[in-house]
């Protein structure tokens, strides 16, 4: 056993002395008597990879300035909805907004001032939600030329007063006023329709002359009753939205619809009151019915008495205009988009959509979608002449048909529609 030990040192001194001399050493075959050992099983599986993580999206921080309230049930809720929808659906995108920049609720406060303050947050792209922030958005603009921006519903690049990094987008509501009005004519008992309107500027008027065109067409050509059985008034409360002592009240103008034998009221302004009002005179037993504006769930506050909204659907266009910006092919633009023609109501793919409501008769609702129908293919434009505007004068002549900056500029309601044509 002793020669066993010294074979077995002097091979392992052997071994060493070739490693130190750059040899490669060898195993040493075992000696006949030593133990045989069997050699270890190799793994049957692979080891397991180590988890691996996408990297995350890098973040875009993009800012929104809105005239109201982001819960108004309207304009303005339409617009964050939207902004949320870019979060849900780029990856990395985060909103920060400054809401109900208005004379009311933040007194002398700039467009310029709240657009710095969204910049500081780190913003890259600002949207500004409001008619009355034209010439703010075009002056921040110029102030941050690295920044983009997006004025909704303006048309400083239309008329070549935009710096480069400022688009413009509005949706063709003027096809979703058709169909309200269509909705309030086929609905109505008394032919006599009220709007209640926010302030009067071009686009009010393209809107509340939309409206009527659809309330005339189906009044006489659905319904087949005489055009002067059919009633259209409006009352401008003199903003978007109720500012007490600066604005009429649109609960009271919305009552004095009603008092006055209105049994339909189409709201033009950003808040509930045209709904709320006629759902009270329907629970005291005087029927009245709705057609709310600008937000898809706007029916949900008295569904028993809406016909249907038309509302903005801003999510999609927001989408590629982010990114746009972050893939560096942002170009200026003006756009003025319509709905849909394959489904209005397509949330991926549709600017405007319209939502029939749950008080429009099984009968008035199949009316409706053909009359929808027609207006968004384009078969039927009511945009064509002969119209005369309120004073008598001509706006298109027999056979003539708009064009766009015809009814984007539109100067006065048309002959038919009571009401103011311009502010006082």
Not at 94 to 123: F, S
Not at 199 to 222: F, K, Q
Not at 405 to 410: A, D, N
Request: glycine share 8%; with cysteine; aromatic share 8%.
């Amino acid at each position: 056993m002793n020669q066993l030990l010294q074979r077995i040192a002097w091979i392992l001194i052997a071994s060493v002395v070739l490693a130190a001399c750059g040899g490669t050493p060898t195993t040493p075959a075992a000696p006949a008597d030593a133990p045989t050992v069997a050699p270890a099983a190799e793994p049957t599986t692979a080891p397991a990879a180590e988890p691996t993580t996408a990297p995350a999206a890098e973040e875009f921080i993009f800012g929104m300035v809105l005239v109201g309230p982001i819960n108004d049930g309207g304009w303005n809720q339409a617009h964050y909805d939207a902004a949320k929808y870019v979060e849900r659906n780029v990856p990395g995108a985060r909103l920060v907004y400054i809401d109900k920049v208005n004379p009311a609720d933040k007194p002398n406060v700039t467009i310029p001032q709240v657009v710095d303050e969204l910049v500081a947050q780190g913003a890259k792209f600002i949207i500004t939600n409001s008619a009355e922030f034209g010439d703010g958005t075009v002056e921040a603009a110029l102030s941050h030329p690295d920044v983009y921006f997006l004025h909704a519903s303006g048309d400083s690049v239309l008329k070549g007063d935009a710096p480069p990094n400022l688009s413009n987008l509005m949706g063709r509501m003027e096809i979703g006023k058709q169909i309200a009005g269509c909705a309030a004519a086929l609905q109505s008992q008394s032919g006599k329709l009220s709007y209640l309107g926010p302030l009067i500027d071009p686009e009010t008027r393209r809107l509340v002359n939309s409206t009527y065109l659809g309330a005339r067409y189906c009044w006489e050509n659905v319904r087949g009753l005489p055009a002067e059985d059919l009633s259209f008034n409006v009352v401008w409360i003199g903003f978007w939205f109720n500012i007490p002592g600066v604005t009429l009240d649109p609960t009271r103008v919305a009552t004095d619809f009603i008092n006055a034998g209105s049994d339909v009221i189409i709201s033009g302004i950003d808040t509930t009151e045209g709904i709320v009002e006629a759902n009270k005179a329907t629970e005291a037993g005087k029927p009245v019915f709705a057609v709310p504006y600008d937000f898809e769930a706007a029916c949900d506050v008295a569904p028993q008495v809406c016909l249907g909204v038309p509302y903005f659907n801003w999510g999609p266009s927001y989408v590629k205009l982010v990114e746009s910006i972050r893939n560096g092919t942002f170009a200026q633009s003006w756009e003025w988009l319509g709905p849909d023609p394959a489904d209005i109501n397509n949330h991926d793919t549709s600017m405007i959509g319209f939502l029939n409501g749950p008080a429009l008769t099984a009968e008035n609702a199949a009316a409706l979608d053909t009359f929808t129908r027609q207006v968004v293919s384009g078969d039927l434009n009511l945009f064509s002449g002969p119209l005369n505007f309120q004073d008598g004068s001509v706006f298109l002549a027999d056979g003539e048909v708009a064009t766009d900056e015809q009814i984007w500029y539109t100067p006065q309601l048309l002959e038919g529609i009571t009401g103011e044509s311009a502010a006082e």
